[in-house]
């Protein structure tokens, strides 16, 4: 029996031959990484230095910091907590990106996520590193473990296959799939799983639509995702990579725990219904039509990515965001803020009553313009849960850019189709 | 975000109560409230912890008790402090169908038993006397029946014997 992309990323990593599902054993990641957050890495950083006595890393270019959160009331408070990771990141030598977009997006901008590679970080949409055939595992606290050690004790995974045909339809974009995955198979429905996605449908997608279908694997009860790495992927790594990789396809007899197959063409709009992402809350847009919304969200290290901005240019070209609706536009990266300016896509946001925020994870989790009671926020967002975006008495409805843009034009839910452009 | 207490290392085997049990895909947040999540103070939480369920609830748990969930418990962005809180009260183990593996592992590096046991949601009720040995993932009900789960693999079992992976680690690490 062969091996899984999974399983081939890890023995690697781990120093051994083949490593199979259900193994326990340490794992040496190529690089561990945090965003400075209170009480996660300016703690570890304190546990490091204090209580395990480590006054210098034998290998700091396997660390890399990003400093991604709250980067938008520039506080007294919060510029604390990003001087204390500049001060630790400066003791270590460990390379530090600051305000360069969400960690999540930055990270492949500068080579990290290659294919084949090995990345862990304490939160787990690092898992979007499976775009580009590499495995990103969040960790949590463990972190410190690899801090400390180099190493992390893992239970090798097993793998759940996904084979993609089609392509996405108008106004239809992978934030629809990874909705439609939990409503068919359950928020658990890859529990402690890898997701992997091969096939036509996985080579024909754009890779920033890869990258917000992986980064979105934990709802789905899965700890990564990847794909098979193709020329796409390929050719993205080669650009910006720092290092020599070692791409890794899985074996035609590898085992899997189930494959399901996914046509992407008949796939619509989904919206998931305020509380979680769980299955039962997963619905049709069209379902939908009528809810008044007053905020929009677009950005996120899932859907804040070009192809997200094309998206809701093409919505929003010549027409206007309904009164009374507020649409944010927060580019993931400045990289990505760049290429919207020069492709003419943020002149039309703007046109159109948008606007467009500095590259950050703040909206997101509502640091930036929390919700106020009593709100509905329509969002590309990863989560939303109460309390997620500000009050806990507001509502947060997750969708897709083009869903998020119409519903932006309509001031009620509606799909990119319900407003003529898609 | 350190927990507020230190916690000992569990017995070999847990005995207690059901304390609640949950259902399916339970975000773990709505212990203390989502308002309440970024507190660390035990004694602050003790106030707020399972108001939403059940208001006798700080005063009847006793140590040793257990709760118990359905299937991918701990489901969302799992924070600490709902734990901090349980712990606090004296639950000494979460059993659930499944846990989302988030929560599993963040509380697991706390040193919390986490034992996934198929069936449990369904064969227990809040008030029934469980006995729990944590190694073997074997719980024993009132009637003597025996579920039996996923056993934690040796590595999981030694974080939990020494009171959780920061401890752990320092013993191993610790220069």
């Given at each position: 029996?062969?091996s899984t992309i999974a399983e081939k990323i890890l023995a690697r990593a781990a120093g051994k031959d083949r490593v199979h599902a259900g193994d326990s054993l340490p794992v040496r990641p190529d690089y561990m990484i945090a965003?400075?957050?209170?009480?996660y890495?300016?703690v570890m950083?304190?546990q490091m230095?204090?209580d395990f006595?480590i006054?210098?890393l034998a290998e700091?270019?396997r660390y890399v910091?990003?400093?991604?959160?709250?980067?938008?009331?520039?506080?007294?408070?919060?510029?604390?907590?990003?001087?204390?990771?500049?001060?630790?990141?400066?003791?270590?030598?460990?390379?530090?990106?600051?305000?360069?977009?969400?960690?999540?997006?930055?990270?492949?901008?500068?080579?990290?996520?290659?294919?084949g590679n090995f990345l862990i970080h304490f939160d787990g949409?690092v898992s979007?590193a499976?775009?580009?055939?590499a495995l990103g595992w969040g960790v949590r606290r463990d972190l410190l473990e690899a801090w400390v050690s180099g190493q992390i004790f893992l239970d090798v995974p097993a793998t759940?296959?996904?084979?993609?045909?089609?392509?996405?339809?108008?106004?239809?974009?992978?934030?629809?799939?990874?909705?439609?995955?939990?409503?068919?198979?359950?928020?658990?429905?890859?529990a402690h799983q890898v997701?992997?996605?091969?096939?036509?449908?996985?080579?024909?997608?754009?890779?920033?639509?890869?990258?917000?279908?992986?980064?979105?694997a934990m709802?789905?009860g899965a700890v990564s995702?990847v794909?098979?790495?193709?020329?796409?992927?390929?050719?993205?790594?080669?650009?910006?990579?720092?290092?020599?990789?070692?791409?890794?396809?899985?074996?035609?007899?590898?085992?899997?725990?189930?494959?399901?197959?996914?046509?992407?063409?008949?796939?619509?709009?989904?919206?998931?219904?305020?509380?979680?992402?769980?299955?039962?809350?997963?619905?049709?847009?069209?379902?939908?039509?009528?809810?008044?919304?007053?905020?929009?969200?677009?950005?996120?290290?899932?859907?804040?990515?070009?192809?997200?901005?094309?998206?809701?240019?093409?919505?929003?070209?010549?027409?206007?965001?309904?009164?009374?609706?507020?649409?944010?536009?927060?580019?993931?990266?400045?990289?990505?803020?760049?290429?919207?300016?020069?492709?003419?896509?943020?002149?039309?946001?703007?046109?159109?009553?948008?606007?467009?925020?500095?590259?950050?994870?703040?909206?997101?989790?509502?640091?930036?313009?929390?919700?106020?009671?009593?709100?509905?926020?329509?969002?590309?967002?990863?989560?939303?849960?109460?309390?997620?975006?500000?009050?806990?008495?507001?509502?947060?409805?997750?969708?897709?850019?083009?869903?998020?843009?119409?519903?932006?034009?309509?001031?009620?839910?509606?799909?990119?189709?319900?407003?003529?452009?898609? | 975000m350190s927990?507020?207490?230190?916690?000992?290392p569990p017995?070999?085997?847990?005995?207690?109560?059901?304390?609640?049990?949950?259902?399916?895909?339970?975000?773990?947040?709505?212990?203390?409230?989502?308002?309440?999540?970024?507190?660390?103070?035990?004694?602050?939480?003790?106030?707020?912890?399972?108001?939403?369920?059940?208001?006798?609830?700080?005063?009847?748990?006793?140590?040793?008790?257990?709760?118990?969930?359905?299937?991918?418990?701990g489901?969302?962005?799992p924070?600490y402090?709902?734990m901090?809180?349980?712990?606090?009260?004296?639950?000494?183990a979460v059993?659930?169908?499944s846990f989302s593996p988030g929560f599993w592992r963040g509380e697991t590096y706390n040193g919390v038993p986490l034992i996934a046991?198929?069936?449990?949601?369904?064969?227990?009720?809040?008030?029934?006397?469980?006995?729990?040995?944590w190694r073997k993932a074997?719980?024993?009900?009132?009637?003597?029946?025996?579920?039996?789960g996923t056993p934690p693999s040796d590595r999981v079992v030694r974080v939990i014997e020494a009171g959780g992976s920061l401890k752990l680690l320092l013993a191993e690490h610790a220069r």
């Open positions: 029996m062969g965003y400075d957050f209170p009480g890495t300016d950083f304190r230095h204090d006595g006054r210098s700091p270019e910091v990003f400093i991604d959160h709250m980067l938008t009331r520039g506080n007294a408070k919060e510029q604390e907590v990003h001087q204390v990771t500049r001060d630790w990141c400066e003791f270590y030598g460990i390379e530090l990106h600051e305000a360069r977009g969400i960690g999540h997006q930055v990270m492949a901008e500068l080579g990290y996520a290659l294919p949409h979007g499976g775009a580009f055939g759940t296959r996904f084979e993609l045909t089609g392509e996405f339809a108008p106004g239809v974009d992978s934030r629809d799939l990874v909705h439609q995955i939990i409503a068919d198979h359950g928020a658990d429905g890859c997701m992997e996605y091969a096939g036509p449908g996985a080579r024909a997608m754009p890779i920033d639509r890869r990258q917000g279908l992986c980064g979105m709802f789905t995702a794909f098979e790495p193709d020329e796409t992927a390929l050719a993205y790594a080669r650009n910006v990579a720092r290092t020599d990789f070692t791409p890794q396809l899985p074996d035609a007899d590898a085992e899997y725990a189930a494959v399901h197959t996914y046509d992407l063409a008949t796939l619509r709009p989904r919206v998931v219904l305020p509380g979680s992402a769980r299955s039962a809350n997963t619905r049709d847009a069209a379902e939908l039509a009528g809810t008044p919304v007053t905020k929009a969200f677009i950005g996120s290290c899932a859907s804040g990515r070009i192809e997200d901005i094309r998206a809701a240019a093409l919505v929003l070209d010549g027409r206007s965001v309904a009164p009374g609706v507020e649409l944010n536009v927060v580019p993931t990266s400045e990289a990505v803020h760049r290429q919207a300016e020069d492709e003419g896509l943020l002149d039309v946001l703007r046109t159109a009553g948008a606007n467009i925020a500095r590259s950050s994870c703040d909206f997101c989790f509502g640091y930036q313009k929390p919700l106020q009671a009593g709100e509905n926020c329509i969002s590309t967002g990863v989560l939303n849960i109460s309390g997620r975006m500000g009050s806990t008495e507001s509502n947060i409805y997750l969708g897709s850019a083009f869903t998020v843009a119409a519903s932006a034009v309509a001031g009620t839910i509606s799909s990119a189709g319900e407003v003529g452009r898609s | 927990a507020a207490r230190d916690y000992p017995p070999d085997v847990i005995r207690g109560r059901v304390a609640w049990v949950f259902g399916d895909d339970f975000d773990i947040d709505l212990v203390i409230g989502v308002e309440n999540i970024k507190s660390y103070d035990a004694e602050f939480l003790r106030g707020k912890v399972m108001r939403a369920y059940d208001p006798g609830f700080a005063d009847r748990v006793r140590p040793g008790d257990v709760i118990v969930g359905g299937r991918n418990f489901y969302g962005h924070h402090p709902p901090v809180a349980l712990r606090d009260l004296g639950i000494a059993l659930a169908e046991v198929p069936g449990i949601s369904a064969e227990v009720t809040t008030g029934d006397g469980v006995s729990l040995d074997a719980v024993t009900l009132d009637d003597g029946r025996i579920l039996r």
